[in-house]
């Protein structure tokens, strides 16, 4: 079997990265940049017969948290990582340089600052041929990972060791694959379109970053790409240097009561409705916040909510539980208190309140206000000439910014928008619709043109 045909890449559609098993032969594999979320991991492993003898990690994670610890104890998988990490758990410290022997092949670990400071690189060799290289959030498909994750005071010294990160790497042979662990969808960078891997080649052909002519080029264009990311980001990079609590037995979806949902909203515990936008719409509980259940399901849980608050959950029952709970567990959300039995119909027939929120076309606006929650980036390229944009992460911290009286929320699609509307409904706000597409639907439907800029 070819070489490459022995990578596994593993992507996680939520996150927006890739994880990667590669087949060592004989029955042992390594895994770079496992989440805690290891399913696709186990059942990749599972299905070669494979026992993971070493886990990798390219750096300290801030999206997500390490599944490396838990490959240590279910499958006494080595921990390869920096030295310069100074991780608190057992794991082999590595420096510039340093090489660990694979049996038959070798993996070089390559000094990569510049996404994080301690960020390591890894080059697989067969024999003395360059194979490809790991580079997680150094080098990646069209961009590089930001650089302001450990702080706004070392961004810009951090994007010059990115810049110096990336010329290293150019420096491998052209035929070298180039397997990032962050892609398209992940916050910790936005690079266009899906492709996930690439080669050293093709990004010197491609990459506008590495094409930048010098330093202070690539500075201004990589910190012009920065835009905001989830809060939770600011705490799990401490939380994998700790070493993540290990899981010992599979999260579960505890059915409660009304009377026990009502217990923990006393006890300041949160309502998030994971169904779909036209489900809540037509009747959810009074102050529940709505999270669609889709790839961005986790991200907005972290970016919105405390890890400290009980969270019960409502779903639609053809939901899958797992599908609710590993997301969350993966970005340290472990307060899931259970799911209200029978959904938003047993709450009514307990004499609950159901509250409904209006639906509208993109050619039926018909509010004076309209306010676009996407991402700045996502406004620029072209928004409706008359909507405020608030991006969604900001919003709790803007509600009264508003003027009064009734307002349209509207975001890429729906999904964003119904989380904004149950904000602003949780904040007392009413007269709230939510715009069921987003700005091309509009102009589609009006004949009218999109602004772009500021």
């Not at 990589?222 to 240097?241: C, H």
Request: with cysteine.
């Amino acid at each position: 079997m070819d070489l490459h045909d022995r990578l596994i890449p593993l992507v996680d559609e939520v996150l927006g990265n890739s994880a990667y098993l590669l087949d060592l032969g004989d029955g042992r594999a390594l895994a770079v940049d496992p989440s805690l979320d290891l399913r696709a991991v186990d059942r990749a492993a599972a299905k070669r017969g494979l026992r993971i003898l070493y886990a990798a990690e390219t750096h300290l994670h801030a999206d997500f948290l390490s599944g490396a610890r838990q490959l240590s104890i279910d499958h006494d998988a080595h921990i390869l990582a920096s030295a310069a990490g100074n991780r608190a758990f057992g794991h082999t410290r590595l420096a510039d340089g340093d090489e660990v022997d694979l049996g038959g092949l070798c993996l070089r670990a390559l000094e990569t600052p510049g996404h994080t400071p301690e960020h390591l690189s890894y080059l697989l060799l067969d024999g003395t041929r360059e194979v490809g290289v790991f580079t997680g959030g150094s080098l990646i498909v069209g961009a590089a990972a930001r650089t302001d994750l450990v702080g706004s005071d070392r961004t810009e010294q951090l994007a010059r060791a990115q810049y110096r990160s990336l010329r290293r790497l150019a420096e491998l042979p052209d035929a070298t694959a180039v397997w990032p662990t962050h892609g398209a969808g992940s916050f910790c960078s936005a690079p266009p379109g899906s492709t996930r891997t690439s080669t050293i080649g093709g990004e010197k052909a491609a990459n506008a970053l590495l094409a930048a002519p010098d330093e202070d080029t690539f500075v201004t264009r990589l910190l012009a790409s920065l835009g905001s990311y989830p809060a939770y980001f600011d705490r799990l990079t401490e939380v994998n240097r700790r070493g993540p609590d290990l899981i010992t037995t599979p999260p579960t979806l505890v059915p409660l009561d009304p009377a026990r949902v009502r217990s923990v909203l006393g006890d300041g515990g949160y309502v998030v409705d994971v169904r779909p936008v036209a489900d809540y719409a037509a009747g959810h509980i009074p102050g529940s916040v709505s999270i669609p259940l889709r790839a961005q399901y986790a991200t907005w849980l972290g970016w919105l909510l405390s890890p400290d608050v009980p969270i019960v959950i409502v779903r639609d029952p053809r939901q899958d539980a797992d599908d609710i709970l590993w997301p969350a567990l993966n970005i340290g959300y472990t307060s899931i208190a259970g799911e209200l039995a029978g959904g938003a119909a047993a709450w009514a027939a307990d004499g609950g309140k159901l509250r409904a929120t209006r639906l509208v076309k993109p050619g039926g606006l018909d509010t004076p206000v309209v306010v676009d929650v996407r991402q700045r980036s996502e406004h620029d390229a072209g928004h409706l000439p008359h909507a405020a944009l608030i991006e969604l992460g900001d919003l709790a911290d803007h509600t009264t910014d508003l003027p009064n009286g009734p307002a349209t929320v509207m975001c890429g699609h729906g999904e964003r928008a119904a989380t904004a509307a149950s904000l602003l409904e949780r904040a007392g706000r009413t007269n709230l619709s939510i715009m069921v597409g987003g700005p091309d639907d509009w102009a589609t439907a009006t004949g009218r043109a999109l602004v772009t800029g500021r």
